[in-house]
């Protein structure tokens, strides 16, 4: 276990809609051991998906590979996205489930610089220079990547204290920007605004909803949230 006692999200926190779990995990630290060291990420960006509407994995209908999506909150889906793993976590409603879009490296007591010197190894840049720490886990695959989280070693699991977790560090954003998902091909509900991002690291993360040219009401709106 950490050296401080974590406070571990309990498998009932991930059983509720889809769209209320993407916006509370936001502030959330992902915890994850790898030779010894807890690599950790604050998550920063989440996207919400349901069975019913074509944006989904599950919509395509249940599969072995896809199962995860329709076992009860807190299962792990994993699957490969351009080239890389992406990490989802199921919701309460069969097919219902959180894609962890995107995060920011998270160093205290539990993760310390060595951990986070070892998540900037395991990703560097594309021409092998060492990423910004800003950088390094802004998208779906370079987190796993950073993380070391791998599908056939985490798809269709639970989490587990001793090796991989979502812990509540106190971080609560006060205010989150709602807006469109990324990626979703031309008729497969790509209007719904099932993306939310911590606006304090909107710069961070996947794609920044407030840059030049977006309008708030009509591109994002903003989500207040008291203490």
């Known amino acids: 276990m950490p050296a401080q006692s974590p406070r571990a999200l309990p498998d009932s926190f991930f059983h509720r809609d889809a769209q209320t779990l993407a916006r509370e995990l936001l502030g959330k630290v992902i915890r994850h051991k790898v030779d010894g060291l807890w690599l950790s990420a604050r998550i920063i960006e989440t996207e919400a998906y349901y069975v019913a509407e074509k944006g989904s994995h599950a919509s395509l209908g249940y599969t072995e590979k896809r199962k995860a999506l329709f076992l009860e909150g807190g299962h792990i889906y994993m699957y490969y996205a351009r080239g890389g793993d992406s990490l989802n976590f199921s919701a309460e409603g069969p097919g219902n489930a959180v894609l962890i879009k995107s995060a920011y490296p998270w160093v205290d ?119």
Not at 132 to 140: D, I, K, M, N, V
Not at 172 to 178: A, S, T
Not at 184 to 209: K, Q, W
Request: glycine residues 10%; proline residues 6%.
């Open 109 to 227: 007591g539990v993760s310390d610089e060595n951990a986070l010197a070892r998540m900037l190894l395991n990703n560097p840049g594309a021409s092998g220079n060492v990423r910004t720490p800003e950088r390094l886990c802004a998208g779906q695959t370079l987190l796993c990547k950073a993380l070391g989280l791998k599908v056939p070693m985490w798809d269709a699991r639970r989490f587990d204290e001793e090796q991989l977790f979502v812990e509540d560090v106190g971080q609560r954003p006060p205010r989150i920007i709602q807006t469109t998902r990324l990626g979703i091909p031309t008729g497969r509900d790509e209007h719904l605004m099932y993306r939310f991002v911590d606006a304090s690291y909107a710069r961070f993360c996947t794609r920044n909803p407030l840059r030049r040219g977006q309008v708030e009401g009509r591109d994002y709106i903003f989500i207040e949230q008291g203490n």
